[in-house]
């Protein structure tokens, strides 16, 4: 079965929005647990627009399944990630400006400082994945300093603006998974997957785990999260 990273991010967007304290990322990771989500996945970014450090420490004392922190490679986040000690740690691109995370982490271009980031957070006993994009190149790169598994970028196909695109980075997304599956590497995938698009995705043979979070929030405003949750889990396992 597929495993459901649930991201809540946007929970605590919400609770920024007046400065309030709510909603409580912790009760948006209960009801997200309950309802069948495999793991927690946050973002603690370098601007703290959602997620604070008090979030982190909180959760890893509630979560139950697996916390997954997304982060970038920044001394600071990293320092305190080797504190936070989440069960996993997803090492992204971050950009000030930008609204959500725009690709994946350039792995050829930043090798050296990844596989330092990675022998920190290892010997802290923190599981490291890379976001990347679905590129041969950047995979090899991945596993030439060691990493395990890797999260892959699913953003142009989720933009993609019709059929032949969507075909054609479904494609690509087939390519890479199998590639990587070749080389001996845990295999996710996530960015802009909502409830239109996510059967596509999750029938690609290798893909272990899906990692949604915007589009589940979305539709929590409408149905609640648990009932997202569990929609989106049925979607994503359905044969």
Request: positive net charge; proline residues 3%.
């Given at each position: 079965?597929?495993?459901?990273?649930?991201?809540?991010?946007?929970?605590?967007t919400?609770?920024?929005?007046?400065?309030?304290?709510?909603?409580?990322?912790?009760?948006?990771?209960?009801?997200?647990?309950?309802?069948?989500?495999?793991?927690i996945?946050?973002?603690?970014?370098?601007?703290r627009?959602?997620?604070?450090?008090?979030?982190?420490?909180?959760?890893?004392?509630?979560?139950?399944?697996?916390?997954?922190?997304?982060?970038?490679?920044?001394?600071?986040?990293?320092?305190?990630?080797?504190?936070?000690?989440?069960?996993?740690?997803?090492?992204?691109?971050e950009?000030?400006?930008?609204?959500?995370?725009?690709g994946?982490?350039?792995?050829?271009?930043?090798?050296?400082?990844i596989?330092?980031?990675?022998?920190?957070?290892?010997?802290?006993?923190?599981?490291?994945?890379?976001?990347?994009?679905?590129?041969?190149?950047?995979?090899?790169?991945?596993?030439?300093?060691?990493?395990?598994?890797?999260?892959?970028?699913?953003?142009?196909?989720?933009e993609?603006?019709?059929?032949?695109?969507?075909?054609?980075?479904?494609?690509?997304?087939?390519?890479?998974?199998?590639?990587?599956?070749?080389?001996?590497?845990?295999?996710?995938?996530?960015?802009?997957?909502?409830?239109?698009?996510?059967?596509?995705?999750?029938?690609?043979?290798?893909?272990?785990?899906?990692?949604?979070?915007?589009?589940?929030?979305?539709?929590?405003?409408?149905?609640?999260?648990?009932?997202?949750?569990?929609?989106?889990?049925?979607?994503?396992?359905?044969?």
């Amino acid at each position: 079965m597929l495993r459901l990273g649930v991201n809540i991010d946007h929970a605590a967007t919400l609770r920024e929005i007046r400065r309030g304290s709510e909603p409580e990322p912790i009760h948006a990771a209960l009801i997200a647990e309950a309802a069948g989500a495999d793991s927690i996945v946050i973002h603690l970014r370098e601007d703290r627009r959602h997620i604070k450090e008090n979030d982190l420490f909180a959760l890893k004392k509630t979560v139950k399944t697996k916390l997954n922190l997304e982060m970038s490679i920044a001394p600071e986040i990293v320092e305190i990630a080797c504190r936070a000690r989440p069960d996993q740690a997803t090492l992204v691109p971050e950009k000030r400006q930008e609204l959500t995370t725009e690709g994946g982490l350039d792995v050829i271009s930043n090798l050296r400082k990844i596989a330092g980031v990675r022998k920190k957070l290892e010997k802290r006993g923190i599981d490291v994945s890379l976001f990347i994009d679905p590129e041969k190149k950047q995979i090899d790169a991945a596993a030439k300093i060691g990493i395990k598994m890797i999260e892959l970028h699913t953003g142009r196909f989720a933009e993609a603006k019709n059929k032949n695109e969507q075909k054609k980075y479904l494609k690509e997304l087939k390519i890479a998974i199998a590639y990587a599956k070749n080389k001996g590497l845990q295999v996710f995938a996530g960015h802009g997957l909502d409830y239109y698009n996510v059967s596509l995705v999750a029938k690609i043979k290798g893909i272990e785990e899906l990692n949604i979070g915007y589009s589940i929030i979305c539709r929590a405003v409408l149905v609640g999260l648990g009932q997202a949750v569990r929609e989106i889990k049925a979607l994503i396992n359905w044969k």
